[in-house]
Every structure is written in C-alpha cells, then in structure tokens.
C-alpha cells in the first residue's frame, strides 16, 4: 500500500479532512480542560510571590490565619477577597471544575447563565465543565480500547489466516462461544467488586472488541497466504512471524486503518452506555450528563451532552468513511 498515493486520496476529501481537523481539534481542546475549566488560578501573584495552583497545591494558611491548614479551597468569597487585596490571579475561562460546586446559583439543576454558560446538573456543579472533562474522558478510552482491540484482532487474525486449516477452525469456534459472553452482566460484576475506572473497562472490554477486526484480518491473510511473495519468502526459510508481520500485514492495513475510526466510535457509545447506565462512577460523563437530564427533567442536559456526543460519533464517523474510501483498491 502507498501512504502517499493513500493520502493523497485523502486530503481530496473535503469532508474527511473537515472532520479530522474536527476532530482533532476537539481532542486537543478536551486535552487542555484543566486548563479551560478548573475551580483553580492558572497563575497566582501573593505577597510578592509567584505559585501555580494547578501544579502546586497551597494550604489555605497562606492566605491567613483565618482560612484552614488543608488544602486552599478558591470558591470561598473570603479567600478570593484576599487574593485580591494582596495579589491578583489569573483564573481560566470557565471557573469551575468538573466536581466543584457552584454554591451562589439557583436551585440546582440551575439553567444556563452567564456564570454558568451550560446550566448546572443536579448536584450543583457546572455543566460545561463536565462536558469538556467528558468529551476528554471518552476520547481517551475510545483511542485506547481502540488500540488494545486493533493489536488483539490482528494477532488473532493474522494467525488464523496465515496457517488455516484446524488452527482456524478451532480459532472460529472460540471466537463464536466467546462472543456469546454476556458483556453486561460481566462489567455490572466487575463494577460492583471494584472500584470503576478507564483503566479496568479497557482491559474488559479489549477481550471482547478485538472479534470484528479479526475477521477482516483473516479474510486478508487467507487471500494473501498462497500469493507467489509469501511462498518465495517461505522458501527462504524466513520465519512465520516476519513473513506476517513485514509481508503480509502491509496488504492487510487497509482493513485494519479503515475500520479502526469505526472501532473508536463503538467504543465511546460503548463507555456512554455504561456511564448511562451508572457502572462509570460519578466521573465527569456524556452518559451521565444524559442519564441525569432522564431524572432530573433537566433540558439543557440531554441537550448539552447530545450535541456533544453526536458531534463527536459525528466526526469519527466522517474520518472513517473518508479513510475507507481513499484506501480503497482501485
């Protein structure tokens, strides 16, 4: 395959290049949520004094003997009021973390304001900083069950279709009674005997994602394993594993890269299934966002993580229709 002819293809794609800026420019964004929205200053001048909050943790008696020893809380009017009469601080744009509460809003869920531009959910905390945290959160699993499914699939594949014959029958029929494993109730126990995190859902989940690319991968290597290349590289005496890996996996990537956006899509609908569903903890979700807006009778939450959400399926989708069609043999 020529990645330059690949790309070439492409970038000529209006609307796949729209949608990997898109998305790229989404996932750098939710990279720097710390840095957009956080109850912390950027940057903050006391006494003569330069700190970084964000990076330095200060005891609440710095600021005086008035405030407690534990770590400075910069929501409290008192605290803010001597920051401001001893220095200056440079707050992000949104000043609220995902956990924070904003105690001088209405009655939570509070609708959007110019204090909070998304409203706040039922507990009080800011919307849009839950978005942002969110949108990061479901990035990070999507491209890294994404990865860890990609690499089982294609091992599982590859061998399959490289040898054939009772290895690949014994590899279907395990992939068949595998996949006949309920999913759900394996992560509802799971969730319930540990504490939920990206981390766990990934290595759960990694062991039943891998299936669909697998059977790509082995159609490509049952097609490629009696070309006159591998033969030749077979009478060499080159191993098994190089001649998979160097010469047959090359004619293999088309499948692997067109289907790979598909495989990140699935798994962030997956991860806000099962934030929906509450198995993902109170961490800061689409899913609970929409499960929240379900109880709460609350519209600018569905709304909010709705757009967010389908913007972001919106945009992988969009890169793997393109990548399919500029990948594709012609």
Known sequence: MRLGASWQRFSEQRGGMACLAGFLAVFAVSLCANLLANDRPLLLEY?????????????????????????????DPALQAAIAAHGFAVWPAVRFGPGSIVWNAPAAPSP??????????EYGRDVLARVLYGLRRSIIFGLGLGVAAAFLGVAAGAVQGFYGGWVDLLGQRLSEIWSGMPQLFLLMIIAALAVPSLGLFV???????????????????????????????????????????VHMLPNA?????????????DSVLLLSSLD??????????????????????????GVSAFVAL????????????????????R
Request: glycine share 12%; charged share 10%.
């Open 112 to 121: 959007p304001s110019a204090q909070n531009w998304l409203g706040t959910d």
């Open 203 to 245: 290595l759960v989940l990694a062991a039943f994602s891998w299936m669909g690319l697998a059977g790509l991968v082995r159609a490509e290597f049952l097609r490629a394993r009696t070309a006159d290349y591998v033969r030749a590289a077979r009478a060499l005496g080159v191993p098994d594993w190089r001649i998979m890996a």
């Open 253 to 265: 990537s088309v499948a692997v890269l067109s289907y790979f956006p598909f495989l990140v899509l």
């Open 47 to 75: 006494r003569g004094h330069i700190y970084c909050p964000l990076l330095q943790p200060l005891p609440g008696t710095l600021f005086g003997p008035a405030f407690l020893p534990s770590q400075a809380d910069y929501t």
């Open 310 to 329: 389908a913007g972001l399926l919106g945009l992988l989708a969009g890169i793997g229709t393109a990548l399919r069609n500029a990948l594709a043999v």
């Open 276 to 301: 929906f569903l509450g198995l993902g903890g109170d961490a800061p979700s689409l899913g609970g966002l929409v499960a929240q807006a379900r109880d709460g009778f609350a519209p600018w939450l």
